[in-house]
């Protein structure tokens, strides 16, 4: 009796392990990061696993397909002591992996060839071009924009980013290629993948 008690135990413990490990495993969403920022309210406007719905992505879908998007989502951001409406909006791109958030962030300022894209004060690589700030951290991509048609002060921008940047403890792995160039002589602005 006891040994029975004791292999159904065993199985009952082995198969609770088995069902609890992937969700510790598995990488947390941008939700309970937005939990954590303090200062601000943040809607979600949309989401999807793909990006066949109207959500103006400006890549094609090989490049998308490339770096293997996860996750899309759409917020809108409020700073908490304003009563007005919705004063940014941001887009959340979560790739496979960081390279993949890297790759996007390399592709985006291309979009554009005319625009000279500027760089903020933050401690991620960034890109403000079109009165919009694009970012990269971990494997999430972030792009962060007016939600109305008045222009928003680029000290705004960069005011959300550093606060939503501090509470991401997550890594900017660059691709191997990007580490291993000689620095004296390295662009930033240069550094790009190619779909291929």
Do not use: C
Not at 68 to 74: A, C, D, V
Not at 109 to 122: G, T
């Amino acid at each position: 009796m006891l040994s029975i008690w004791i292999k159904t135990s065993t199985m009952l413990g082995l198969f609770s392990v088995l069902f609890l490990v992937p969700p510790l495993l598995a990488q947390g969403t941008i939700q309970q990061y937005f939990d954590q920022l303090e200062g601000y309210q943040v809607e979600n406007l949309a989401e999807s696993t793909t990006l066949e719905w109207d959500f103006d992505s400006p890549f094609e879908s090989q490049v998308i397909d490339e770096f293997i998007l996860f996750h899309y989502s759409r917020w809108a951001v409020r700073a908490v002591d304003s009563a007005s409406h919705p004063a940014l909006e941001l887009e959340v791109y979560e790739m496979q992996d960081p390279q993949g958030a890297f790759g996007v962030f390399s592709n985006w300022n291309h979009l554009n060839p005319d625009s000279l894209p500027q760089r903020l004060n933050l401690p991620v690589d960034n890109y403000y071009l079109d009165e919009s700030l694009i970012f990269w951290r971990g494997a999430y991509f972030f792009h962060l924009n007016p939600a109305n048609p008045e222009p928003v002060d680029p000290d705004k921008l960069e005011s959300f980013s550093r606060a939503f940047i501090e509470i991401l403890p997550l890594l900017n792995l660059h691709p191997l290629t990007v580490i291993h160039l000689p620095q004296g002589n390295l662009i930033r602005g240069s550094v790009r993948f190619y779909l291929g």
